[in-house]
């Protein structure tokens, strides 16, 4: 049986060590299951308060994907088993998904992410959490959990309504799909290499003199992956998201109704803008309500506040909204053709948004209380 998740050392000049998961289910994109995030976390505590471990890389198995996301199929089935209940399954997956996001925001010592291929849901959720995000010219980076009844979480409270004008609630109703100029532009990735200097860099790393200071890590990787991006052979090439900031900006203003107007109405030749458009609006009605009432939350919230949040609302999502119906549509049957329970965001009645956005917890007794 192979490992989901490997764990290695690698020893360095310096006589310090990096410490590099890789997440090794390639048939599965490396999708995140829960066992996944739980050796993960028990790891990077473990490196975290090693004095021998400078910093810590993290990597896919395979050449089509870093992450594509999480296993949700376990949680499909416990919700669908417990009808408007919820689930163990459910408030373990999430609860333990995001305090390892928290934990990589948190980390201190350098997290470099090696966001090659597939970075989606859950993989951007851990790649947001890295302090050195590399982007390649493979990288293809999108929260697409409209199309199943979510909205995008992960910590994307957080590092969507930071992004610039309204490309958050964009990429939130589109789940367009990001190369790597567009990740830079939106700060989703810092550094862009070519695919295949990926061993060049681990070479590099053995060669730099780590040190005992994390902030002295920190710069001596930064000066590396800058030389390195100076070098790379690769283009890079344009971000539609740049680009098209201004229109963008204009399709997404109003409110609901308006921007489900302006969307629906849209006539445009742009390939990029006809896909976003199409998955928009085949994508939860309910799904749609959530992803504005997350852009709404401003930058206000903390990091902390806002995972506290998300784990409200996905829970809710799985035992009251369009998720059991959104995975069994996608993952499934894979027929494509979810019946979501409204028929349009003009139909979501105030008592179905309010049953997804109450929070199931008192704040004493929330499990990430301790954030």
């Not at 980076?141 to 979510?150: Q, R």
């Not at 052979?233 to 107007?261: C, K, N, R, T």
């Not at 965001?345 to 309010?354: F, G, H, K, R, S």
């Amino acid at each position: 049986m192979t490992q989901d998740v490997i764990f290695q050392t690698l020893g360095t000049l310096s006589g310090k060590s990096i410490g590099v998961v890789t997440l090794n289910i390639e048939k599965a994109l490396n999708a995140l299951n829960i066992n996944m995030v739980q050796a993960m976390t028990k790891q990077l505590k473990q490196w975290q308060t090693d004095a021998n471990i400078a910093l810590v890389v993290l990597d896919g198995s395979g050449d089509k994907a870093f992450c594509a996301g999480g296993d949700v199929r376990a949680i499909y089935h416990a919700s669908i088993a417990n009808p408007h209940k919820m689930t163990d399954e459910a408030c373990d997956f999430f609860t333990q998904e995001y305090q390892l996001d928290y934990l990589l925001h948190q980390f201190g010592k350098p997290v470099l992410v090696w966001g090659d291929g597939i970075v989606m849901g859950g993989g951007l959720g851990l790649m947001a959490g890295g302090s050195h995000r590399v982007l390649t010219e493979r990288s293809r980076i999108a929260m697409p959990e409209v199309t199943i009844g979510l909205y995008p979480d992960v910590g994307g409270s957080y590092f969507l309504n930071r992004m610039p004008g309204k490309i958050g609630l964009f990429l939130g109703l589109t789940a367009y799909n990001m190369n790597a100029a567009d990740a830079l532009y939106v700060n989703v990735g810092n550094h862009f290499l070519a695919s295949d200097d990926k061993e060049p860099l681990f070479d590099a790393l053995a060669d730099i003199h780590w040190n005992d200071k994390t902030e002295v890590n920190h710069q001596a990787l930064t000066q590396l992956l800058n030389v390195m991006q100076d070098n790379v052979s690769v283009e890079i090439g344009d971000s539609p998201l740049e680009a098209f900031q201004q229109q963008i900006d204009l399709l997404m203003s109003g409110d609901i109704e308006d921007v489900h107007y302006q969307l629906s109405s849209l006539q445009t030749e742009l390939d990029w803008l006809k896909r976003a458009q199409k998955t928009a609006l085949a994508g939860s009605p309910l799904s749609w309500h959530l992803v504005f009432a997350q852009a709404q939350l401003g930058t206000e919230l903390s990091l902390a506040d806002c995972f506290k949040w998300e784990l409200g609302i996905s829970v809710n999502c799985c035992a009251h909204g369009d998720f059991c119906e959104g995975v069994r549509a996608l993952l499934i049957d894979k027929d494509r053709n979810p019946q979501w329970r409204f028929n349009d965001v003009t139909q979501v009645t105030d008592d179905a948004l309010a049953a997804l956005l109450t929070s199931p917890w008192q704040a004493h007794h929330h499990p990430l209380k301790d954030f």
